[in-house]
């Protein structure tokens, strides 16, 4: 503990000065949107133009079931400390059931064989990535 006053945290007067007469240097140009005010036509169109908006068609990998995923060899990642698990898709049907979908099964493959225990329910586990 020091013995230094509270009022070392408060700018001196001088400084307050400086930061008043700052206070309408920096107002924008054009007044910005409302919360609740729809955004303009030109915000959408460079969202869609944006190469990374191009959408898959139908639902993403994880979201299938087993029965459905295309590839015969399926992998997940774990985002937090970087294990790769991969499992053939005959082998997950048989050990979880052709109806079982694949982001809970990624999950079991991952929390069954986790690193990173920290004891508390919020915090346990690996956090999947699928690739």
Request: glycine share 4%; net charge positive; hydrophobic share 35%.
């Amino acid at each position: 503990m020091t013995d230094r006053p509270a009022s070392w945290r408060m700018p001196t007067p001088k400084e307050m000065d400086k930061m008043a007469a700052l206070v309408g240097r920096n107002v924008p140009q054009r007044p910005s949107l409302a919360p609740d005010a729809a955004l303009p036509a030109e915000y959408w169109q460079a969202l869609l133009d944006d190469p990374r908006a191009e959408a898959r068609s139908g639902p993403s990998d994880a979201a299938l079931r087993l029965d459905q995923m295309p590839k015969h060899l399926l992998r997940v990642g774990c985002r937090r400390c970087a294990r790769v698990v991969e499992i053939q898709k005959v082998d997950a049907v048989r050990l979880y059931g052709r109806e079982a979908l694949w982001k809970d099964v990624a999950r079991r493959l991952l929390d069954n064989t986790c690193a990173e225990r920290t004891g508390r329910h919020e915090e346990d586990g690996c956090w999947p990535s699928f690739e």
